[in-house]
């Protein structure tokens, strides 16, 4: 099945400077890449998504860039704000399944120091 | 819409005795997902139900059951619980079916702790 790794774990970063975090994924025929954000003691909930027929996405200060041929992907933010702070989870789809499997990576801690 | 609901939020079980956790969705969706979530392990799929009258083994079955009712409810039953299954279990429903994929609607959560 689709193996999803994120990295770094742990991110700290001054507010407003910018926050990057990778993900690779092993399935060729994953086509549907989400990031999800959970605050402490919350949901998941959906921040983005790209699909693979299109290299970056943008939402006001979040961004999404894939690059399928090195399997991987990455979730910019800029200007950071307090509130950004959460742990994100990447995640592909298992394309090979032809459905809407997703396979999560294990989350990155993100604390944005005021 | 309430969206995705679970019940109980919070569970104390011994081992060996069974349970159920519940989930609805007022969406719609064709898809229902439940998850659990351990420290360090990121959220890992039990079982999955792309439609109703259909279910598939995720990346961690064992020891679980379910259930889809009926295209809203989709139920999760251990049998027989585990220290091991102590865990923060999400349900999540999708609109994409065995179709193009997209976004998932999770619950808020139901802690299980079993002793």
Redesign the interface.
Known sequence: ?ENVEQHPSTLSVQEGDSAVIKCTYSDSAS??F?W?KQELG?????II?IRSNVGEKKDQRIAVTLNKTAKHFSLHITETQPEDSAVY?CAA?EGLR??????????NQVVVIP | NAGVTQTPKFQVLKTGQSMTLQCAQDMNHN?M?W?RQDP??????IY?S?SEGTT?K??VPNGYNVSRLNKREFSLRLESAAPSQTSVY?CAS?V?????????F????SRLTVL
Do not use: C, H, I, W
Request: no cysteine.
């Open positions: 099945g086509n549907y989400p999800y919350k949901r998941p909930q959906l998504d989870f789809n032809g459905n809407n499997r997703l396979a999560f990576g294990k989350g | 898809s997902y998850y360090g392990m990121g959220l890992r799929l999955y792309a598939d995720g990346e999400f999708s994409s079916g065995t179709g193009v994929a997209g976004e998932l999770f619950g808020e959560g």
